[in-house]
């Protein structure tokens, strides 16, 4: 069906597109220039950094802000390279609402695509138009990772599709007791990769509010932090959600236990993680019956150890900007890799248990 290619070619231009976003909205924040355009959707009223450059006049109205050529381009190509993914997700959703049944892509599916890009967008304006406020970074970062999510999921049910659900190699006798093992091991399965879906949902929170609030470097060492397996840290308040409007958080406003209790608990996130993402993927290795899945636990694997390799590698070498850009995109593929094992594990227990 024509349409059905459509959709398939438009979910991989956007989840390229939208892991590109992602990685440009990390050097945003990681060069100080998520200010370098202090309105929105414009660069001082203006389409571009250029036009800003020619108007003293658009400059004026923002005394505290002096334009900075290069972090007002930064933050622009970000927002072009935003707004053309939100036009994407668009035509996504008015593909799935109007095409008639049966709907390779469902109407809600379409319609949750859109509901989170109108929000991600409100976020953008929020993000600027309230000072680089961390809860709003935060949730930012997260809805970002959740159009990615959902434009990954979305590719990976549409590759299913003209295969149907999954082949399987070997296929137990209906009724036997390998079969009944077989459909407990996909359950298994499926239910710890939720699981780590939902674990690492929670790190990236912890990620967005660390890099929120300038606590990447508040550890520098590693694998101890400030010289100690449990630092001195100030977690009271270093977890406060809202602090009141108009503060400029450009640069960070906690103090450094505060920020130290952000970072070290973003290791301990880290940990987590890295359990219950080696817990899921093994158990699929170690079962016979998900054959099927095994390579995609081996992504999963390789996924998260190139992930704790650049973060450990960040704090050894001092946080250089290419490796700290590098860790959000190192984020985006281990949500990648995690997803496209759950796809294979949903569409597995779908045919033990049919």
Known sequence: MPIDRWMRGLALFGVLLCLGVVVL???????????????????????????????????A????RPLEAGKAWHEMIHRYAAGTLGCVIIVIAALAIAARPPKVVGTGYGLLLF???????????????????????????????????LLWWLWLRLQQRPRGAVQLQTVPERGSRAWSDAIAAARVAYGLAIAAV????????????????????????FPMCQGAWWPHADFSHAFVLWRGLWINYEGGILANPARVAIHFAHRLGALTVTLTFLGAALYVISRPS??????????????????LAIGISMVLTTFPL????????????LLMAILALTAKLHAVRAVRTA
């Open 115 to 149: 509901a989170t890009v109108i929000v991600q967008a409100l976020l953008g304006m929020l993000t600027v138009t309230w000072l680089l406020k961390p809860l709003i970074v935060t949730l930012h970062l997260l809805f970002g990772m959740t159009t990615l999510a």
């Open 198 to 221: 939902v674990v690492l949902a929670a790190q990236f929170f912890l990620g967005g509010w660390t890099s929120a609030n300038y606590a990447a470097i508040a550890c520098p060492d």
């Open 290 to 307: 998900l054959a099927m899945a095994r390579r995609r636990a081996w992504l999963v694997l390789a996924a998260l150890g190139l992930q």
């Open 25 to 59: 909205g990390a050097y945003v924040r990681l060069t100080d220039a998520g200010l370098g355009c202090p309105d929105w959707p414009g660069c001082y009223g203006h389409v571009s950094p250029a036009g800003a450059a020619e108007s003293p006049t658009s400059q």
């Open 322 to 333: 290419w490796l700290t850009t590098s860790h959000t995109a190192g984020a985006a593929l």
């Open 61 to 64: 109205r923002f005394p505290g």
